[in-house]
């Protein structure tokens, strides 16, 4: 007998709704086709590569089990939205037969599982994984998305999923309360946000709405930029004076960027830092470090807290010191990926490729 062999997977199971309604049997296999087309393209764009997923056709619809994949750990959530966002685009063709536009409807789970070699000597994937994937998508209407427990545990103290489930209530086959949860995204037009019909008298638990944090805007994005670039200047010094030195001279390098970068043919740029086009960094900041504590003080205060809010709106961009305070020169890895994705033009104009490996 064949030893047993387990692996860590994260199932997604998903069906199309009203496959066989008012649907002739041409259709229903171009639907299948284009089903299959576009989970492959989908598989392809999140790097999804054949040793890392097992899929499983249903009939009418597939199980995807990714093995082993931890990076990025919401790869089974990509993959699924961007499974719906074909498909939100392929029924929005005015060109498509109405027969052969479709939605689907998404079950997640994760758990370890058990691989086994099928009849036709291929390997493949057992257990309560797959199993629980399939129950949670039976609750689901056409272009949503349920997760189980496990998943939505996974995902919820993560900062890009904090507020992003309605959960429900409701009983297996046993009689066994089992819980249920939805996801909402407020960026994804393809995702039906609205209650599952399977849950329509059952009672709904609201997850608390995480603000949304904003966007960077350009003064704040050339901020933080100047701080990447210059971090290895700006660590050593510390204390209290070091930090508003350094928030000082950020703020008015950021505000000269922004000058020049919209400065039109019928203005001038006037720089408004010391020596910009003259003075090395270190000696900027020496120059700052000498004015009077106090007036150095006052200005990055102003710049920290309300009312201006210029850096205290963005405080989940920045590294905390060891009482928890915010360190105004230290960007984070959030604070990078942010800056990155809201802002390449200014990643590339300042080469931040050169100062992290993001």
Request: net charge negative; hydrophobic share 35%; proline share 4%.
């Amino acid at each position: 007998m064949e030893k047993a062999r387990t692996t860590p997977a994260k199932h997604i199971f998903l069906d199309v709704v009203g496959f066989t309604h008012n649907r002739s049997v041409e259709a229903q296999a171009d639907i299948v086709g284009l089903l299959n087309k576009y989970i492959s393209g989908c598989l392809e764009q999140n790097k999804v590569s054949q040793d890392k997923r097992i899929l499983i056709p249903t009939g009418d619809g597939l199980c995807i089990s990714l093995l082993n994949f931890e990076d990025p750990y919401d790869i089974h959530v990509r993959l699924a939205l961007s499974i719906l966002k074909v498909l939100y685009r392929h029924n929005a063709d005015p060109d498509i037969d109405e027969s052969r536009k479709f939605q689907v409807r998404v079950g997640l789970s994760a758990n370890t599982d058990n691989l086994v070699t099928d009849i036709n000597d291929k390997l493949n994937i057992a257990g309560a994984g797959i199993n629980t994937a399939q129950r949670v998508m039976d609750k689901a209407d056409g272009g949503q998305i349920l997760v189980n427990q496990t998943v939505y545990e996974d995902l919820r103290l993560r900062e890009s999923y904090m507020g992003s489930f309605r959960s429900y209530v409701t009983t297996d086959k046993h009689g066994d309360e089992v819980r249920v949860h939805q996801l909402l995204r407020k960026d994804a037009s393809a995702l039906n946000s609205e209650v599952p019909g399977a849950f329509a008298q059952t009672k709904v638990e609201e997850e608390p709405q995480v603000p949304q944090e904003p966007e960077l805007t350009q003064h704040i994005a050339y901020y933080i930029a100047y701080a990447i670039k210059n971090y290895p200047a700006l660590v050593p010094d510390k204390g209290f004076h070091a930090e508003n030195v350094a928030i000082t001279l950020l703020y008015f390098l950021a505000n000269d960027s922004v000058d020049r970068a919209n400065v039109t043919e019928l203005e001038a740029f006037y720089p408004k830092t010391y020596q910009t086009e003259s003075a090395t960094f270190e000696e900027q900041y020496k120059y700052y470090s000498e004015i009077d504590e106090n007036l150095v003080w006052y200005f990055a205060r102003i710049v920290r807290w309300p009312p201006q809010d210029y850096l205290s709106r963005y405080n989940n961009c920045f590294a905390k010191d060891s009482f928890g305070m915010n360190l105004y020169r230290a960007v984070n890895d959030h604070g990078k990926r942010k800056l990155k994705a809201e802002w390449p033009q200014i990643w590339e104009e300042l080469e931040l490729h050169k100062y992290t490996n993001l």
